[in-house]
Each structure stands twice: as C-alpha cells, then as structure tokens.
C-alpha cells in the first residue's frame, strides 16, 4: 500500500509491515472518530440526542481499535524514532517527535477517558478537560504527521489516497449502519392498542409491551450506582406495588370491583400505571388471576427503569400520563456473562453521557415530572360516575410560595425552591460515578433516593426502625405548635389574654375559657398533609397535667389503638356516595369530603379548646401541653389490610392468625409547645399576668399573624377575630397586618377599609415587602368596585416577567393560573361593557386577551373549570360554536355535581356526630378527665417518652 524510498530518507525495511497494520487501525479510527464526533457536533448543533445503540457498538469498536493499536504503535515509533536520529531532515524529524508525542497524549488521555479500575476520574470538570485533550490531540496528531512527509522526502501520494478513502469509507458504512435498533426485533402489542392501558394515561413509546426483565434489572444500575441503589432499596417507590400490605389490600379491592363489573381486572389499570408498572407495562397486570404474592414481578415495585425509562411527560393531568420506553442500553446490557458485563460496563465508564442522557432528562429535574403520579383524578372509567379531583401535590406546590410561583401567600422564604428534590431528594455524600458537586455538600454527591418523607408505615412493616426513623427526623421540624393564648368564657367572642410568653396570666378557679393552640406550616411546600389524606392520621394532642399527674387531654389513644374521635384532625373526612367514610384506600367509591382540615403550605390553623376550671383547682400549677402527633395509618384502614391477608402471606407486625389487630404503626411527634399556668381564686378582679419560665418559639409578630391566618381560613365566622390579630400584627410594625387585614376585610365585603389597609401596606419600606401579594389583593377590590383597568393593570403587573430581585429569590408568578384566571375575568368583564358597533374592534381584542390569558391557565392546569366555564362563554360572543361547545362540555365534565354531595354530607352528618362537629364554622373542642388506670392518655406524653413508648 506504501512504497519504499531511499535517498535522504529512511527505510523502513522490516517495519513496512508493522506500519501497514498501524496505518490500517489508525484508518479505522480515524473513520471511526469521524462518525462519533460528527454524531456529537449534530447533537450539539439540535440540541437533541443522537446516539443510539449502533453508535455504542462504534464507540465499543473505537476502544477495542485504540487498544488494538497500542503494541504494532509502540513498536513501529520506537524502531522508527531510533533510525529518525541518523537522519539529517531536522524539520521532519522534529515533526515526527511532535507526532509521537501526540500519539503519547492521546493514548494517555484515551485511557483515561476508558476509566480502567486504576485510572478512574470522577470529576466532571477533570473529565472534560481529558476529552478535549483526546479530541484536539487527535487533530494535531493528523496535522504534525501530515507536516512530518511533507517536509520529508516525498514518496508516492497514492498510498495517502487510498487511506484517506478507507477512512471516508468507514465514515460512510457507520453512518448508514446508525438507524440500527434491535429494540423492534421483539416488540409485542396488544390487540387492544392504545387502549389497553386505559384508564390509566401511562403509554408506551411504541404502543408495544415492554419485557418485565428489563424492567426490572435493577441490579444493572447497583453495580455502578450503589449508594442510590441502597437508598431506593428501602424507599416507598421500591414498595410501592404488591409488595407493599396497604396498597395490596386496596388493589385488590378495585380489581375484585372491576371484576364484578366487567369480568377483567381493567379498571385497576388506573393504579398500576403508577404503583405497578412492571406487571403494568409486560401485560401481566391483566391476567385475572395473577399471582400478587409469588410471582416476582409483584415485588419489583417502582424500579429504576420505570421512572428512568420515561421518555416524555404528556400534560399535568397526572394519573400516570407519560410515555415509557424501553431504553437503549449499551452492549451486553443483559449478559449474565462476567467478561461481556465489564465489557459493558467499561464502555459507560468511557461514554457515560450516551447513558445520562438515556436515564436522566431535563424534565426529570421538574415539578412537572413528580406531577405524573402525585397529582390524581378519579376519572368515569373507575367510578362509574365522573371526574373527581384525588389527591394533589402538584398545583398545590405550584401555587405556593414556597415554589415562587404563587403570588398570594401568606409568607415566602428567601429564595423559592425550584422542585420537589429540594425538599425529598436531598444531597447525601457519595463515591458513585453519577455524583456531582452540591451546594452544602462537601465532595461529591448524589441525590438521596430514599425520597424521606411520611411513610413511617412501610419501613415498619420490614422491622426497618433505622429507616423509621430518618423520616421521623424528616418530619419533625416541618411543623410548629403554639399554645398562643387563651380567651375568656366559652365563645370565640371572648376577651383575648394573649400571646402566652414571655408573660402569663394567672387562671380564675371557676371560671370557663377556650384554650387557643395554633399549628403552621413551616418546611412544607404543598398542603400538609396531601397525599392519602383520607387514612392519614394526624391529630392535635392536648394534655393537662398538675403535679399529681394528668387531669384533661383531647386526642389520647385508647386500648383499642383508636385516637379519640373527638380530637382535632388534621385530614380529610372522605365520604362515598351514601355518605359513608372512605377507610379502605378504596378510590372506586370516592365521593366527596365532609370537610377537609388540611393546612397551606405558608399558613396555619387556629384550634379552640373549652377549658373549665373547678373551684378545688385553686392553687394549682398546670402544665398545657400540645402536640402534633402523626401515624400514618389509621386504625380502621389497618384492621381492613390484615382482614385482607391470605393464608401464607406474611403478618403484619404484632399480627396473630385469626385474632383483631391492633394499630402498631409507630407515632411520631411532629412539633411540641408546653407553658405552664397558675390557677388562682376569684378574689382579684382582673387576671394578674407572670413571667413565665416557657419562652416563645418564635417572634411575636408572627405568632399573631399565624393565630389571624388561622382563623381567617375558617371562614366568614372569625373574620372579626382574624383582623383583630393582623391589627396586633401592624401595631408590631410589620407589612404583615394590613396585607392581611385588607384579606379579611375584602372576605367580609368591606371594601373601603379595604382599601385603605392596602394604602398602609403599600407604604412600607421593609425590603421584603411583597408588592405582588398587595397588587394582587388590590385588584381584588378594584374588580369588585368597577375599577377594571385599574385591576387589570395590577394583575399585569404581578404577572410580568420578574425583575432582578425577584430573579435573585427565584420567584416567577407568571404560573399562578388564579391570578391568571383573575386577569382573564377582568379583561372578559371589561369587554362585556363596550357594547357600541364603534367600539367592536376593541371589544374583540379584549374577548380574544381574555382568551389568551384562560388558555395559559388550561397549559398550567388542563382541567380548569374557571378557564373552561369562560372559554365557553367568549368563545360564543365570537361566534366560535365549536370551541364554546367543547369548552362548555369539558366544564361540565371537571365541576363539581353540588346537588349529589349535599345529600352525601347530610347523611355523613348523621352518621359521624364527631366529624359533624368538626365541619361547622367554630368548632370547640372538648377537654375530657383523664381517667388513670384505663389507658385513655396513652398517648399524652413528652416527645421524649413518646418515641420510646412507640418502639421509635
């Protein structure tokens, strides 16, 4: 292929065969090198991603040829290098040094890249510094040998030819060969097509089913990923399917339902596309008599695959709606062969983006993406009835202020939190070849895919107290307690002795009081507590104690394990459509709730405790106590999943075959306040006030605006008290009270004071001031006085891109779909009034605004009955049939049917006396005598002692 020369020259004699065998490898890499870079600038210039499994297959020939050239290489340059010292050509010699020290750095850099067991580089920085040595090495290294002939003697160009056209000719046969996918060798699809799937809204890429064992070789990711693994291994994603006792009981449940209905297990499909998707996605799901205990595909969980693996996320809606496929893997992904499998795994050592790419997209980092299986409606095809809104993590995030996308909170922090991961996915230290540098985190890191949260119930289940207790710690913390004050007589009217601490006020023997405990949100970015509310069970704990020992108590634990039913909860009553308790996880038969005493995030809830003194109780020093306690099951749910358990299947812990269980879920005490008071004679005529012991959690300004939220979120009934608290919030010199004093004054119907509240609150020079919240509630008002533009013009101004300060904290209010749906009601209202023929064009330009601005709501939240209600109505002032026709169905597919649930509620009133109670407006509740000896104060204790008597 190369002639021989002479003259000046060297000979290479023997080493012409050595040279033939590196030229021919080096033509192949270069060839090879072509494609894969090409392949990375068109990646580069799309923005999208172009490898694929053939361009592994490339990469896997690029590494085998490099190692392949380093013997016949190392030979041919030493031998060579040896004669070049005779030579008397000093540029081509110089050329040929240079040459071969390219050639040095680019086998150097090129192992590094491969990352052999001892040359492993971690940092990402270092990484890429390597490759870019690799690549412009390589270009030097063709151009200081292309300099070293040309100064040299010539020889012959055909030989240069014919390698240049033996690369090209590699270039082009890669190039055709890379639409290889052995993907669709094996792709099976359901006669059902798209169908099959429903109701859930999970699909696959293909249409196709996708084969359970690679769904679920999870061991694959392990061997690179241990510390994820090990984190995931005890996380509620691992149980999240027929391995997990609670969701067992219920899935089966609804696939016994769908049965009786259909003869098929299809409407379960709705839960397995996010609890289930192995079975879900292989076909197995569907066999009626799938083995939910022994086969192995029960067990999987959510694998790494499953959330890994999904390619495209379709709207908001949740209910599982994204698209999976199966993913392109590198070679010999599946052997079981050792050598094939350190094969594989050096070549996402050496070519990791190929793999990040495949298993971690941009949306993954989102809201959006957790949105797919933690925001849920219950949709026809379940229920048999309509459309109901389940449970909701996602908009309630999106329009708090802790995502910085919510302009109307009560507070915001410092700098928003982007996604869900800032709170559930938290940096933990790690060697593992994903980890990357964190803020906070010293070294390198990897998000901790334990997901700490709430489920303290399935680490139980497996004796995992370890776990128990990380998110026990996570829970602590994201609440706070505050016995705030205490108000004469037994009605919300009574004179206020507040706040408690540092100061208290001596108690009256004989005379009766409503003890006043505030509970706030505080490291909580959705509602708290979301999720399965309607089994979750979080109560407040309130305990009386004197020096002998307990005396009243609300929320104690009975022997039976049951909290009684007369504390306050902090859940949702669901009821279904007879107006009976949702207690079995049962989301067929989900129907309304008979009241729903969740707290926003940034806000609180104020609780009213009757407190009667007894005339003997004078001398006495009592000690109040409050907690927050949480388990997360209930007993009713509890006694239905060991009712549910089969011969053979493992028993709950505590569980005896064929007796009642008893609730053994471990109780947490999520936030705690105790002050201690003086009980007194009546001989004085006012209360006399103490220094007390006990100091405040916080600073009094906020206790006062918490104890107002609190109450103004109760409703129209204590109003008068909520402004009462925000004027103590502005006398205090904080913005706080007359933003919100202009709240409850707009709630009662009181515009003016209204407005003049605001014009305070506009006047302050705090730097945090939160303009947004103030322009929002202006245009509240400005709406209600038929001050349109001037409302309009606020409400753009909220919903403006974000200025630098707001940019620095990370806030964005242009996602608050109710602000949003505010502006377009505003616009759509002004346009209502220009009704002159010469004033035509501008009304439509407003009605077609307004449209807009409801069309931006339905891309944040699809279901939106405000936005579809007046889609429906502007689009037939424009004489858009169509489109009012469809918005006007899809708003009596989404609302809410008023009619059915009054008659649920009246029956659930009836039934549950206690819950009836705590629906009303103000709700008191009672403080009962603790009777020593029955077990009733099981649960009134320190948190010290709490943890222990728990098992925690």
């Known amino acids: 292929m190369f002639q021989r020369y002479s003259g000046q020259g060297l000979n290479y004699g023997r080493l012409g065969v050595v040279f033939v065998v590196v030229a021919a490898i080096f033509a192949f890499l270069a060839g090879n090198s072509l494609y894969l870079f090409g392949i990375t600038l068109l990646e580069w210039y799309t923005r999208e991603s172009l490898q694929n499994y053939f361009y592994q297959f490339a990469f896997l020939f690029h590494l085998a040829a490099g190692l392949a050239l380093l013997c016949p290489l190392a030979v041919f340059l030493v031998f060579h290098s040896r004669r070049g010292k005779r030579s008397r050509n000093l540029p081509a010699v110089r050329f040929g040094y240079a040459s071969a020290a390219f050639c040095v750095l680019v086998t150097v850099s090129g192992l590094l890249l491969w990352r052999p067991v001892v040359l492993v580089i971690r940092g990402p920085d270092l990484r890429a510094a390597v490759y870019w040595a690799h690549v412009l090495g390589s270009a030097a290294l063709l151009v200081g040998y292309w300099l070293h002939r040309r100064v040299g003697r010539r020889r012959g160009g055909r030989g240069h030819y014919v390698w240049a056209a033996t690369a090209l000719g590699f270039v082009v046969v890669l190039g055709l060969a890379h639409s290889f996918d052995p993907r669709g060798w094996r792709v099976i699809r359901p006669q059902e097509g798209e169908a099959f799937f429903e109701p859930s809204l999970a699909r696959t890429a293909n249409g196709g089913l996708i084969p359970a064992e690679v769904l679920m070789d999870d061991r694959y990711c392990r061997d690179c990923h241990a510390d994820v693994h090990r984190q995931w291994a005890e996380s509620a994603h691992r149980f999240s399917s027929f391995n997990n006792p609670v969701y067992l009981a219920a899935v089966r449940e609804t696939r016994q339902f769908s049965m009786e209905r259909e003869g098929s297990p299809r409407r379960a499909r709705w839960c397995a596309g996010c609890h289930d998707p192995v079975p879900f996605f292989s076909g197995l799901f569907d066999d009626p008599n799938f083995d939910d205990v022994s086969h192995p595909t029960a067990h999987a969980g959510l694998t790494c695959t499953a959330c890994h693996g999904i390619v495209e996320i379709n709207s908001v809606r949740g209910n599982g709606d994204y698209v999976i496929e199966e993913p392109l893997h590198y070679p010999f992904a599946f052997s079981d062969d050792p050598v094939l499998r350190w094969v594989n795994h050096q070549l996402i050592r050496?070519?990791?983006?190929?793999?990040?790419?495949?298993?971690?997209?941009?949306?993954?980092?989102?809201?959006?993406?957790?949105?797919?299986?933690?925001?849920?409606?219950?949709?026809?095809?379940?229920?048999?009835?309509?459309?109901?809104?389940?449970?909701?993590?996602?908009?309630?995030?999106?329009?708090?202020?802790?995502?910085?996308?919510?302009?109307?909170?009560?507070?915001?922090?410092?700098?928003?939190?982007?996604?869900?991961?800032?709170?559930?996915?938290?940096?933990?230290?790690?060697?593992?070849?994903?980890?990357?540098?964190?803020?906070?985190?010293?070294?390198?890191?990897?998000?901790?895919?334990?997901?700490?949260?709430?489920?303290?119930?399935?680490?139980?289940?497996?004796?995992?107290?370890?776990?128990?207790?990380?998110?026990?710690?996570?829970?602590?913390?994201?609440?706070?307690?505050?016995?705030?004050?205490?108000?004469?007589?037994?009605?919300?009217?009574?004179?206020?002795?507040?706040?408690?601490?540092?100061?208290?006020?001596?108690?009256?023997?004989?005379?009766?009081?409503?003890?006043?405990?505030?509970?706030?949100?505080?490291?909580?970015?959705?509602?708290?507590?979301?999720?399965?509310?309607?089994?979750?069970?979080?109560?407040?704990?309130?305990?009386?104690?004197?020096?002998?020992?307990?005396?009243?108590?609300?929320?104690?634990?009975?022997?039976?394990?049951?909290?009684?039913?007369?504390?306050?909860?902090?859940?949702?009553?669901?009821?279904?459509?007879?107006?009976?308790?949702?207690?079995?996880?049962?989301?067929?038969?989900?129907?309304?709730?008979?009241y729903d005493n969740q707290i926003p995030p940034g806000a609180a809830a104020a609780v009213h405790y009757r407190l009667t003194l007894p005339r003997e109780w004078a001398g006495k020093r009592l000690t109040v106590r409050a907690a927050v306690l949480y388990r997360k099951f209930d007993v009713d749910l509890m006694e239905f999943v060991a009712r549910q358990m089969k011969q053979g299947e493992t028993l709950l812990p505590g569980q005896e075959p064929g007796g009642v269980y008893r609730n053994q879920l471990p109780v947490t005490a999520m936030a705690e306040d105790s002050v201690d008071l003086a009980v007194v004679t009546s001989d004085a005529a006012e209360p006399l006030w103490e220094e007390s012991a006990d100091q405040p959690l916080t600073e009094e300004w906020e206790r006062w605006n918490d104890y107002g939220i609190g109450l103004f979120l109760r409703g129209k009934a204590q109003l008068r008290q909520a402004a009462d608290a925000f004027r103590k919030v502005e006398a205090l010199g904080r913005y706080e009270g007359p933003i919100n004093l202009g709240r409850a004054y707009f709630a009662e119907g009181n515009l003016d004071e209204a407005v003049a509240a605001l014009r305070r609150a506009v006047q302050s020079q705090a730097p945090d001031f939160t303009w947004w919240t103030a322009a929002w509630l202006s245009a509240l008002v400005d709406g209600q006085q038929g001050n349109l533009e001037a409302a309009a013009q606020s409400l753009r101004r909220v919903l403006a891109p974000p200025d630098a300060y707001l940019q620095a904290r990370g806030f964005d209010f242009r996602r608050d779909y109710e602000v949003i749906n505010l502006l377009g009601e505003t616009l759509f209202d002004m346009a209502k009034r220009l009704r002159s023929p010469e004033r035509q064009d501008e009304r439509t330009a407003l009605l077609r605004e307004a449209a807009d601005w409801f069309e931006r709501t339905l891309s944040l939240d699809p279901e939106n009955v405000t936005a579809h209600y007046n889609l429906s109505l502007i689009h037939g002032y424009l004489r858009d049939a169509e489109n009012s026709r469809r918005h006007r169905e899809l708003h009596a597919k989404y609302r809410v049917d008023d009619n059915a649930r009054d008659r649920a509620v009246a029956a659930a009133r009836m039934r549950y006396p206690e819950a009836d109670r705590a629906a009303e407006a103000v709700v008191i509740y009672p403080l009962r005598p603790v009777i020593v000896g029955l077990g009733s104060a099981a649960a009134g204790i320190p948190s010290a002692s709490l943890s222990s008597a728990n098992g925690n």
């Open 350 to 594: 050496a070519k990791p983006e190929f793999h990040k790419r495949t298993f971690l997209k941009p949306f993954h980092k989102t809201a959006e993406f957790c949105s797919v299986c933690h925001k849920v409606h219950i949709p026809e095809a379940l229920n048999d009835y309509r459309f109901l809104r389940g449970q909701n993590h996602y908009d309630s995030f999106l329009l708090s202020g802790v995502s910085g996308h919510g302009a109307r909170s009560f507070y915001y922090p410092q700098t928003a939190k982007e996604n869900c991961t800032g709170c559930h996915m938290p940096p933990e230290p790690s060697g593992d070849f994903g980890a990357k540098h964190y803020e906070g985190v010293s070294g390198l890191a990897v998000r901790n895919h334990l997901f700490p949260g709430a489920n303290t119930a399935l680490p139980f289940f497996r004796g995992r107290d370890d776990i128990v207790r990380l998110h026990q710690d996570f829970l602590r913390g994201c609440l706070r307690v505050d016995i705030f004050g205490l108000r004469k007589g037994e009605t919300i009217d009574g004179e206020l002795l507040a706040p408690l601490r540092p100061r208290v006020p001596k108690l009256i023997a004989g005379e009766n009081y409503l003890l006043e405990v505030v509970v706030r949100t505080l490291a909580v970015g959705h509602h708290f507590t979301q999720g399965t509310t309607d089994s979750n069970e979080v109560w407040l704990h309130l305990r009386i104690d004197d020096q002998a020992g307990p005396l009243l108590e609300s929320g104690a634990i009975g022997d039976d394990g049951r909290v009684d039913p007369a504390a306050h909860f902090i859940n949702v009553f669901m009821l279904d459509r007879q107006g009976y308790r949702i207690a079995r996880r049962n989301p067929q038969d989900i129907f309304v709730p008979l």
